[in-house]
């Protein structure tokens, strides 16, 4: 995964090294908050400043600075304060929310380069690599390398147009993910309808990379975002953190609860909702691209099944294997394509060899719907029968 989202900053497998020249930009949405849970600021106390206590008698703050590993990190302050339906529900809607974000900044950039956000193909293309990550609240939040490419060709990876830099591109995504917007229903009658956002916890930086001479500091590299995304994209999907935490088990059974409800109501946009109960809500992916953001999974297994062939064949050739030339033969195109073929099939025929071995066949099956019949016939008078006598 690190090569993929690598080849996608500065080039390599089979992406131009002129890539590197577009605008790219990191970028976090978040989840907004449901609720107040104890944190860690950076050496200062978690919540200070709130006072008094919560109407279920909680105190609505905390003096501790906690430590990394503290237990307590994420854990609402008051779980019945802490709105676990919103909760699930945003959790539920996440990558629709995302794909309504992608909208956005597709106008908002072609807004700035002064073209329809129809025909923002014809000028520039928004390519992306995302990965969802837990935070210790059990939220998602999304991290995301964007780049803005030439117009969309067949080819892809065109040079950007001039007009938007990095740093321009960094504003648009956080006004996109500032505005974005996106109505949900509730699980039943009694649920509201709920108008969903991300929180505001925004961030997005230009990545620099040798090649860019305009930030000579270059706060980002290349490596540095490329190893931060495979590390969360290569977790265990079913990674959701501490998830044997009073809140975490508080989220699943929500979950189930919210489910239910929705079965009973008959509402479609929840179906399967229980499923996703040990994903904490969550049913997207962990890891997404855009088609031309670097090369595709398509091509990588198609890589992986011509090294087994190519492997295969040079232990039966006995011949050393050219890693000079490996790499242009797995990544090669389709029209380069060789099938290996390890077995043959061919049709013999249908039906029976002889004339005996049918009419053995044909009668073997009549006398099985005779005895169909005559269990049937008994079924029925042995009904007939017991209503007589009851009656």
Same mark, same amino acid.
Request: aromatic share 6%; charged share 25%.
């Given at each position: 995964?690190?090569?993929?989202?690598?080849?996608?900053? /500065?080039?390599?497998?089979?992406?131009?090294?002129?890539?590197?020249?577009?605008?790219?930009?990191?970028?976090?949405?978040? *989840?907004?908050?449901?609720?107040?849970?104890?944190? %860690?600021?950076?050496?200062?106390?978690?919540?200070?400043? /709130?006072?008094?206590?919560?109407?279920?008698?909680?105190?609505?703050?905390?003096? *501790?600075?906690?430590?990394?590993?503290?237990?307590?990190?994420?854990?609402?302050?008051?779980?019945?304060? &802490?709105?676990?339906?919103?909760?699930?529900?945003?959790?539920?809607?996440?990558?629709?929310?995302?794909?309504?974000?992608?909208?956005?900044? %597709?106008? @908002?950039?072609?807004?700035?380069?002064?073209?329809?956000?129809?025909?923002?193909?014809?000028?520039?293309?928004?390519?992306?690599?995302?990965?969802?990550?837990?935070?210790?609240?059990?939220?998602?939040?999304?991290?995301?390398?964007?780049?803005?490419?030439?117009?969309?060709?067949?080819?892809?990876?065109?040079?950007?147009?001039?007009?938007?830099?990095?740093?321009?591109?960094?504003?648009?995504?956080?006004?996109?993910? *500032?505005?974005?917007?996106?109505?949900?229903?509730?699980?039943?009658?009694?649920?509201?309808?709920?108008?969903?956002?991300?929180?505001?916890? @925004?961030?997005?930086?230009?990545?620099?990379?040798?090649?860019?001479?305009?930030?000579?500091?270059?706060?980002?590299?290349?490596?540095?975002?490329?190893?931060?995304?495979?590390? &969360?994209?290569?977790?265990?999907?079913?990674?959701?953190?501490?998830?044997?935490?009073?809140?975490?088990?508080?989220?699943?059974?929500?979950?189930?609860?919210?489910?239910?409800?929705?079965?009973?109501?008959?509402?479609?946009?929840?179906?399967?909702?229980?499923?996703?109960?040990?994903?904490?809500?969550?049913?997207?992916?962990?890891?997404?691209?855009?088609?031309?953001?670097?090369?595709?999974?398509?091509?990588?297994?198609?890589?992986? %099944?011509?090294?087994?062939?190519?492997?295969?064949?040079?232990?039966?050739?006995?011949?050393?294997?050219?890693?000079?030339?490996?790499?242009?033969?797995?990544?090669?195109?389709?029209?380069?394509?060789?099938?290996?073929?390890?077995?043959?099939?061919?049709?013999?025929?249908?039906?029976?060899?002889?004339?005996?071995?049918?009419?053995?066949? @044909?009668?073997? *099956?009549?006398?099985?719907?005779? &005895?169909?019949?005559?269990?049937?016939?008994?079924?029925?008078?042995?009904?007939?029968?017991?209503?007589?006598?009851?009656?």
């Amino acid at each position: 995964m690190f090569h993929l989202i690598r080849a996608g900053i /500065s080039g390599g497998k089979t992406v131009p090294e002129q890539v590197a020249e577009n605008p790219l930009v990191f970028a976090t949405v978040t *989840a907004p908050s449901f609720g107040t849970v104890h944190t %860690r600021r950076n050496g200062r106390r978690c919540h200070p400043t /709130s006072r008094g206590r919560c109407e279920h008698g909680e105190p609505r703050s905390c003096h *501790a600075m906690h430590a990394e590993d503290d237990p307590q990190l994420g854990q609402p302050l008051c779980g019945d304060c &802490y709105d676990y339906a919103s909760h699930v529900v945003w959790q539920w809607w996440a990558p629709d929310l995302w794909r309504r974000f992608t909208i956005a900044l %597709r106008r @908002l950039f072609a807004h700035a380069l002064g073209v329809p956000a129809t025909r923002l193909g014809e000028v520039a293309t928004v390519q992306y690599a995302k990965v969802a990550e837990y935070q210790l609240r059990g939220a998602i939040h999304f991290h995301a390398l964007v780049r803005l490419d030439g117009p969309k060709t067949a080819g892809g990876f065109e040079p950007a147009p001039d007009g938007l830099d990095a740093d321009q591109l960094a504003l648009l995504i956080r006004e996109a993910a *500032a505005s974005v917007r996106l109505t949900v229903p509730g699980v039943d009658v009694d649920d509201p309808a709920r108008v969903l956002a991300f929180g505001r916890q @925004l961030d997005a930086r230009a990545v620099r990379t040798d090649r860019r001479t305009d930030d000579p500091d270059r706060t980002l590299s290349p490596e540095q975002v490329a190893a931060y995304l495979a590390k &969360y994209a290569t977790k265990s999907a079913d990674d959701t953190g501490a998830t044997d935490t009073a809140h975490h088990a508080r989220i699943r059974a929500t979950v189930r609860a919210l489910d239910d409800r929705a079965k009973r109501a008959g509402h479609d946009g929840y179906e399967l909702l229980s499923k996703w109960s040990h994903m904490l809500g969550f049913r997207g992916h962990f890891a997404t691209k855009s088609r031309r953001y670097s090369i595709t999974l398509g091509t990588i297994r198609r890589s992986r %099944r011509r090294a087994q062939a190519l492997l295969a064949q040079a232990k039966e050739d006995g011949t050393p294997v050219d890693l000079a030339a490996l790499e242009a033969d797995l990544l090669a195109d389709d029209d380069d394509e060789t099938t290996l073929v390890l077995g043959r099939w061919e049709f013999v025929g249908a039906g029976w060899h002889t004339d005996g071995e049918r009419t053995l066949a @044909l009668a073997a *099956a009549a006398r099985a719907r005779e &005895y169909a019949r005559e269990k049937a016939q008994q079924n029925k008078a042995k009904t007939q029968h017991n209503s007589g006598g009851r009656s």
